[in-house]
């Protein structure tokens, strides 16, 4: 991102309101699926109803790519680093803060992972099934304030 930030901010800007309506409507559509969803599947259930490990990622980078407040939050802060805006040959500066935008996501998964690790006996079936329907429910909520957003600037 910060080699190419002019252009990614004009595209990002250009299109706002398409990654808006498919960022809304993705995280309804995720929403909706996540509420009724039972945290462990019952002894019957077939494994390869799950969708694969690429499935699964594929999934993941569209909600990430379409995810505006992810977007609009990332941008301010590549475009605010004038050394590297100014000097786009400067690949030592981009490369440092693209190792550090890493880093970060590494520590944050690292210890998301370890305080789930550490937590996970405790975890019951109805405190997980409580966690899908209110991470079900906000996600629909966000979805359709994104949608009612865009609703709204159109009108």
Partial sequence: APFGITSVSDLITGHLTLIKIVGGLLLIGFGMSVIPRTPHPEEGEEEDARPSKLGAAVASFVMCVTNPAL???????????????????????????????????LVWWLLLASVVAR??????????RSINIVAGVALTIFGGLLLADVAINIF
Avoid at 94 to 102: I, N
Avoid at 119 to 128: E, G, K, Q, S
């Fill in 119 to 128: 937590f996970r006996r405790r975890i019951t079936v109805p405190w997980l």
């Fill in 71 to 105: 977007l609009l939050g990332f941008a301010p802060v590549f475009a605010g680093l004038d050394e590297i805006g100014r000097a786009p040959d400067n690949y030592t500066s981009a490369a440092e803060l693209t190792l550090g935008v890493l880093a970060g996501g």
